[in-house]
């Protein structure tokens, strides 16, 4: 290849540092350029050159391609599989070439996804980095995501009671920052080691027993805090403890399909596409923990996480916990799912004041 390669790849949530971390490595004469924040703009975007009837995370990806196309990306990336995702590619290459637009579409989308494919399509582009060093490349990525998810989990429990408003995000971004430019173990290690001492040094006004909600869903609208209007900040503001396992750290070595069935329960006794067994499988886990609440999110028209529903329906009603089913789509109003999430949080906080005041 002569020209100069300016690599690009959809975000979801804050991972793309990440995979800026792993093609700095795969890819060092690259140049990597993880399109603009998403915005309004952006949803616009992807949506005017979308079919109607397809699901959010197509357009918000979309409307990464293009954004990053404007500023000088030549070639994308796209992933994905386990639902219609793994078929979105195509379709997205097929749409950006009908714009006019001129690039690489590396897609490692079903087949393409192995090893070996996954390689060949790299030395494509022009990797000559050995064996043992893409392996370590991608070892430092996956370390990198556990750190992050690890403390995200962290986070996302006691933001709602921090002392100093804003304190949890500063640790946050100092993580970020530093996983960003991190070129071995060591460096992953200090990474996290620096994160956990201010993170044990954050002050916090936390009850005994908080309201504690956990969140279940399709994975791109948990992940993309955008594309879910930041319902998990809206729930710390409202000193809520919110808990979510789903991560990307979560998807790459959490998953056991025979577990996963196991730990429904018997709600479930078939796989239903995606991520739907795990919406069950943790809401379960949330019930008998006596959570107060669950929030099942999913893009609207998400056929795993449908098939999902009436499963979370049965549960709710066997194990008295409201469980508020919220759908997203570009045209989803902010105010309107503003509103429901204050009405519910209202409802169980009433629901556990009332059953405190019984107990006691
Ligand atoms: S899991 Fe649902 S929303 Fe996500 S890509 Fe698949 S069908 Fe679309």
């Known amino acids: ?37 998403i915005t309004q703009h952006t949803i616009e975007l992807g949506s005017r050159h979308s079919p109607d009837f397809v699901c959010s995370p197509f357009k918000y990806n979309l409307g ?32 950006l070439r009908d714009l006019g637009h001129d690039f690489q579409f590396i897609c490692l989308s079903r087949e393409r996804a192995k090893p070996t494919a996954i390689c060949d399509s790299l030395r494509l582009l022009g990797c000559t980095q050995s064996p043992p060093k893409l392996l370590y490349a991608l070892f430092l990525a996956c ?37 960003a430019v991190a070129d071995s173990l060591q460096d992953l290690r ?43 900040k809206q729930l710390a503001k409202d000193g809520i403890s919110v808990s979510r396992l789903m991560g990307i750290w979560f998807l790459l070595f959490g998953q056991h399909r025979t577990r ?19 919406s069950i499988s943790h809401s379960l886990n949330y019930a008998k923990q006596e959570y107060d609440g669950i929030i099942h999110m999913k893009s609207f028209g998400c056929i795993p996480e449908l098939n999902a529903t009436p499963a979370l329906q049965a549960l709710s009603r066997d194990y008295n916990i409201p469980i508020l089913d919220l759908s997203f789509d570009t045209q989803t109003s902010e105010t309107g799912v503003q509103t429901r999430l204050e009405a519910f949080a209202d409802m169980i906080r009433l629901k556990k004041e009332y059953n405190d005041a019984a107990v006691s």
């Open 1 to 37: 290849m002569n020209h100069k390669l300016v690599i690009s790849y959809p975000h979801m949530g804050d991972y793309s540092i990440i995979f800026t971390q792993l093609f700095r490595h795969v890819l060092p004469e690259a140049q990597l350029l993880p399109p603009p924040l």
């Open 64 to 95: 990464n391609y293009i954004e990053a196309l404007e500023h000088g990306a030549n070639v994308l990336f796209q992933t994905g599989m386990g639902c219609r995702y793994g078929y979105y590619g195509e379709l997205q290459e097929q749409i």
């Open 143 to 179: 370390e990198s995501c556990r750190i992050l998810d690890r403390f995200d989990r962290f986070m996302r429990e006691n933001v709602g009671f921090e002392v100093l408003v804003g304190s949890f995000e500063s640790v946050r971004g100092e993580l970020l920052r530093q996983l």
């Open 190 to 232: 200090a990474a996290r080691n620096t994160c956990q001492q201010a993170s044990a040094a954050l002050k916090l006004n936390k009850p005994e027993h908080p309201l504690r909600v956990g969140i279940v869903g399709e994975l791109y609208t948990l992940m993309e805090p955008f594309s879910n209007f930041f319902v998990e």
């Open 260 to 278: 996963d069935l196991r730990d429904c329960g018997g709600y479930l006794h078939y796989l239903v596409g995606a991520n739907g067994v795990h």
